[in-house]
């Protein structure tokens, strides 16, 4: 009887173990495809614009990021045409599979003209997704962001 509560104990122990998240920066490690939508608003929340894309995101592994983006504003494309491609950032992963992210835009535009993002998100899905909302953008002046994004995990490059 003593070794079938043993028995008993130790499956219930590495039942809860592996029902536990455990995540780290390495997690979500690879190309990530996505699509943004959401609403550009005035710093008192009044909208202004409707904000929709795509985009792939490269994760390192390491805390850094790259990411390319198609944006529309009501619809319309601003310039430059084509993908957005100087998007970098960096970003960190909790072991309960949530984290936050920093987005850099314009990177190749002096330091005074870029604008930034952060988002706090979850990972969901053993790892092939993520689901993203914009917590702050830079500059103030611009305005806020509500704006969500669901990655998925890509594979692009096995």
């Known amino acids: 009887m003593a070794k079938l509560y043993l028995v008993a104990l130790a499956a219930m122990v590495v039942t809860t173990g592996a029902a536990q998240a455990r995540c780290s920066n390495a997690t979500i490690q ?6 943004v939508h959401g609403n550009a608003l005035t710093p008192d929340g009044a909208s202004v614009a409707r904000i929709d894309g795509v985009g792939i995101i490269t994760f390192d592994g390491f805390g850094n990021l790259r990411q390319q983006d198609f944006i529309v504003v009501n619809g319309v494309h601003p ?80």
């Open 79 to 158: 310039d430059p045409i084509g993908f957005h491609r100087n998007e970098s950032g960096t970003y960190q992963v909790g072991a309960d599979c949530t984290g936050i992210a920093t987005i850099n835009f314009d990177t190749d535009k002096p330091q005074d003209q870029r604008s930034a993002v952060d988002l706090e998100f979850v990972i969901a899905r053993a790892a092939r997704s993520i689901h993203t909302v914009v917590s702050a953008a830079r500059p103030a002046a611009a305005g806020l962001r509500q704006v969500y994004s669901d990655l998925e995990k890509a594979d692009l490059l096995q």
């Open 30 to 35: 690879g190309d990530w495809a996505f699509t």
